[in-house]
């Protein structure tokens, strides 16, 4: 009979939940909401169902990210860090430097086989996070999807001199009835936040291979204007959406390997979501 592992990742944003053997065979992506631990439910379900999988068949579940603690289903919960290293490291098994921009916070990790060795963290301020961008999109009135392809078509970027949301927003609204082109100013918006994270990145001792992760991933003009920033080339997963997910699962997978190995006994929670939903 084989295992099966699951990872889910409660970010501040966006829940993501990974169902792994040889290889990932279930990943669901949705918004987080305030029910924490029914939205975990829910997504749990999602994810069983598109594996054609009962819960029972889970051999090990670990949770990571901000909200990790609201899985009451979770085998172990493992911080976001270790998560994100481990499953970068499947993805880019020669990566040395993460960059995750999630929504509410941005992170650089150095990594050596998969394991985390140094990390830097912006989470008390949006300017260097996705939420940035949200905003800025919207006071532009353009959706933060058309954000990268923008800022790609401009060959002189905007001058920034705002890092902080508020004051950003109200500048480029300003710079806007002016008559700077959109694209310029999408291309200094990008390059201004690339700024912001290469300096709490530059923190660490960069080195190639430098992979990025989370939404800002998806943003081909922020990508680009980050590799220039370090003066390295960067890569993205496929989903960058997941690899916290995917690094909680593989966790959980070295758990069970090492406790079949050593002959020890595995702790594991009840897999019932019936149970659960009425937590």
């Given amino acids: 009979m084989s295992d099966y592992f699951a990872g889910i990742d409660i ?28 939205l975990a439910n829910k997504v749990m379900e999602n994810a069983l169902n598109q594996a054609g999988l009962p819960f029972e068949a889970i051999t090990y579940l670990v949770a990571t ?8 289903f979770a085998d172990k919960q493992v911080t976001e860090i270790s998560c994100h290293a481990k499953g970068v490291a499947h993805f880019f098994p020669e990566c040395k430097t993460i960059i995750d921009i999630g929504g ?7 990594i050596d086989h998969g394991r985390p060795t140094d990390f830097v963290m912006n989470d008390k ?24 392809g923008m800022a790609l078509k401009s060959n002189q970027p905007a001058q920034i001199s705002n890092i902080c949301t ?9 710079r806007l009835a002016e008559g700077v082109p959109l694209n310029d100013l999408v291309a200094g918006i990008l390059e201004s936040l690339a700024s912001r994270i290469s300096r709490m990145v530059n923190r660490l001792k960069v080195a190639n291979e ?33 690899t916290g997910a995917v690094g909680a ?31």
């Fill in 11 to 38: 970010g501040s944003t966006m829940t993501k939940v990974v169902i792994m053997n040889d290889g990932i065979i279930s990943s669901i992506i949705g918004p987080t909401g305030p029910e924490q631990r029914r």
């Fill in 65 to 72: 990210g901000y909200g990790r603690i609201n899985v009451p």
């Fill in 104 to 110: 509410q916070d941005s992170k650089g990790i150095t």
């Fill in 125 to 148: 301020c949006a300017a260097g996070t996705g939420r940035f961008l949200e905003v800025i999109a919207e006071a532009l009135g353009i959706t933060i999807q058309d954000l990268g």
């Fill in 166 to 174: 508020v004051f950003a927003e109200q500048e480029v609204v300003a």
């Fill in 210 to 242: 430098v992979v990025i992760t989370g939404g800002g991933a998806k943003n081909a003009g922020l990508v680009k204007a980050l590799s220039d920033k370090l003066g390295y080339a960067t890569l993205v997963p496929p989903e960058p959406l997941i």
């Fill in 249 to 279: 699962a593989l966790l959980g997978k070295d758990i069970v390997q090492k406790a079949k190995k050593n002959s020890l006994p595995l702790e594991r929670k009840k897999r019932s979501l019936e149970e659960i939903e009425i937590l």
